[in-house]
């Protein structure tokens, strides 16, 4: 069971994963950053954090439309399109849902015709694809 320690340091390292272990001892107050060393160790081990990763702007690499797109398969084709979808490189995300379509995916596109031709030339023509419905993020809040 997580403390709150252990979740001030989630926090702090969610913000920014490079924070040194010297400022998170700081923010706690009365722990030294060997022992922030130790929890965050100890969290690793348990799974809790997974890795370590940056955000990277999409628009200054050249991609200034991202959507968020539902992919709707044949039952049976389920898994054998999220694992293509994998494989594109302008997918950045797969996940199976619940929700409104069985696979949402993030991807990244330069423009509109790129975005096109991405759910027309590639996601469309992956068999067992029934649907493909883009929804492009306008702004990203949080």
């Known amino acids: 069971m997580l403390d709150e320690r252990d979740k001030i340091i989630l926090e702090m390292l969610t913000k920014d994963a490079r924070t040194p272990f010297t400022e998170i ?6 722990i030294s950053e060997t022992a922030v060393r130790k929890r965050v ?13 940056i955000v990277v702007d999409p628009a200054k690499l050249g991609y200034n439309l991202v959507s968020i797109t539902g992919v709707d398969t044949k039952p049976e084709k389920i898994f054998e399109v999220a694992n293509k979808l994998k ?3 302008f997918v950045k995300h797969v996940y199976l849902t619940s929700g409104d379509h069985m696979i949402m995916a993030e991807v990244w596109a330069r423009d509109g015709e790129h975005l096109s031709e991405i759910i027309s030339e590639k996601i469309g023509r ?4 029934t649907k493909v419905c883009p929804a492009i993020i306008l702004e990203k809040m949080k």
Do not use: N
């Open 41 to 53: 160790k100890a969290l690793e081990e348990a799974g809790v954090i997974k890795q370590y990763t």
């Open 126 to 129: 992956i068999d067992g694809v």
């Open 25 to 30: 001892a700081k923010v706690l107050g009365g």
């Open 87 to 89: 494989e594109f490189d």
